[in-house]
C-alpha cells in the first residue's frame, strides 16, 4: 500500500511541478534585506497551484525590480544571480518542464524524475528557492556615543596637539554590495524574509567602535571636531577603510553616508582651547604690546577713579608694575616691527637669517636640514650662499655686493640639469639640451 502511494504521490508531483513557473517580489521595504521569491498563482486563473514551493521548473520566468539582486539557490548552493532589471529565464533547472524545450526529451526526463521521486517516497528530494536582495541604500540608522570618544585636536597655526574627549550622535546608511557573501554569510536560506533588524544591533556596535580610529584620522588631516558636520564625505571613507574587513570582505555591506547631528565637547575641554588659542596669539610681540597697552589703558581709567589711595599712588604702582621685568609697550612693539621687517626681507621658504639659518613655510627659522616645527626638509637652493646670508647667482652679492668667494668651480647645465662626468672640465655644449657652458653653469664647490 505504502509503494503505491508513494507511486502516485511520485507522478501527481512530478507533473505538478513541470508547468512554468513565474517568480516576482513586491517593493522590499526599508526594514527588509532579503525576502524570498512569490510564485503567481491565481486560483481563479490557472491550474499551476498544487506544485511543490521549494522546486523551479526549467524554463520559469523570474521578474528582477530595480533596486533588486534576484539568486536562485539550487540544493542549498547559489547557482545563478542577476541584478539587471527586467525578466530572468532560468533554462538550466535540474526539474524538467513539459512546457518548455524539446516535447519528448522533456518526457523522458520527467518519468527520469518520477523514478527519483519514488526512491524518496513521492518526495521532490530537493530544494529549489529565489530570494531577492534589497540592493537599495538602508537609511535611518541611528548611532550615539554612550561614552567619550577621544579627538585629537591639531593646530599647525598654533602648535596645538592635544586629546579631547567628544561625544556625537547622528545617522548612517549603508548599502549591500556583494549579495553572494550575504546571504552565504548573514541570511542563509531564511523562510520568508530576513529583517535588518536582526543585524543592526551587531553593526551599531562595530561602528562605535571604529569611529574611535576613525576620529584618529580626521583629525590628522587637520579637521576640528566643531567641523565634523561638513565633512561627512570623508569620515564615511575612512568607515568604510576602517570596517573593509568585517562589513565589506565578510558580509558585502558598505557605509554610503555618515550624518552627524551634534558633536560637543566637555565644557573643560573647550574653555582650555580657546584659552591656548587666546595665548598663542600672544606669540607676535605686536600682538602682545597691544594687549599689554589696552591693559594699562584700563588700569589708567581704574586708577583714575581710585579716590581711596590717590591718583598718584595709584599711577606709581601702575607704572611699576607695566615696567616690571623691564618689559614695555614700547619695547614689544619694536620688537614685533623688528620681526615683520625680518620677515619681509627674508621673504618665504628658502631665505637664510642672519645667523645663517632658513627660514621653513611655517616661518620657524632653523639651522638643520629639517625644520624643528614641522619636520620639512630644506629647500634646496641654487647659487652660492654669501656671508650675509643671501642667496647669489652671479659673481656679486645683491645685498651687500661682496665677491663671490674663490674655490673650485663645478659646472652643470642650467637649462636641463645635465651634469659632466668631469665637473670641473665641462664641454663647451651641453649634450642634452646644446646649451653653451657660461657663468650661469658654475656653482661653488
Known sequence: ??????????????????????????????DILVEKGNKSTNAKRTSNNKGNDNIISNGSIIAVADGQCMIIVDQGKVVELCAEPGEFLWDAS????????????????????????????????????????????????????????????????????????????????????????????????????????????????????????????????????????????????????????????????????????SVTASEEDEQMIKNLQKTAVYKDATMGAAALTSAQAEAMVAAAKNENAGPMMAF?????????????????????????????????GVSADAAGGWKCECGTVNKGKFCSNCGKPQPSQDGWTCECGTVNKGKFCSNCGKKKPAGALLYKCDKCGWEPEDPKNPPKFCPECGDPFDDNDAVQS
Open 1 to 30: 500500500m505504502g509503494l503505491i502511494q508513494a507511486a502516485m504521490g511520485a507522478v501527481s508531483g512530478a507533473f505538478a511541478d513541470s508547468w512554468r513557473e513565474f517568480f516576482y517580489c513586491e517593493a522590499i521595504p526599508a
Open 94 to 261: 535540474s526539474e524538467p518542464s513539459i512546457f518548455y524545450g524539446n516535447l519528448g526529451e522533456n518526457i523522458m526526463a520527467t518519468f527520469k524524475q518520477i523514478g527519483k521521486r519514488l526512491a524518496f517516497g513521492g518526495d521532490t528530494g530537493k530544494d529549489q528557492r529565489v530570494y531577492y536582495i534589497n540592493t537599495k541604500e538602508i537609511p535611518g540608522n541611528k548611532y550615539g556615543t554612550a561614552n567619550p570618544v577621544p579627538f585629537r585636536v591639531v593646530d599647525k597655526n598654533i602648535g596645538l596637539d592635544v586629546d579631547i574627549e567628544i561625544r556625537c550622535h547622528g545617522e548612517y546608511s549603508y548599502r549591500i554590495t556583494d549579495p553572494i557573501l550575504f546571504y552565504t554569510n548573514v541570511s542563509g536560506n531564511v523562510s520568508s524574509a530576513y529583517k535588518r533588524s536582526e543585524i543592526d544591533s551587531q553593526l551599531k556596535t562595530e561602528l562605535m567602535t571604529a569611529l574611535q580610529p576613525t576620529f584618529a584620522k580626521i583629525s590628522e588631516m587637520g579637521i576640528r571636531y566643531s567641523a565634523l558636520p561638513g565633512h561627512t564625505t570623508e569620515i564615511a571613507d575612512v568607515l568604510n577603510d576602517q570596517l573593509s574587513k568585517k562589513w565589506g570582505e565578510l558580509r558585502g555591506i558598505q557605509v554610503v553616508s555618515f550624518g552627524v547631528s
Open 316 to 348: 606709581a604702582g601702575m607704572n611699576m608694575a607695566g615696567n616690571a621685568g623691564g618689559v614695555n609697550a614700547a619695547n614689544l612693539y619694536a620688537m614685533g616691527a623688528s620681526q615683520n621687517n625680518s620677515n619681509a626681507g627674508q621673504g618665504a
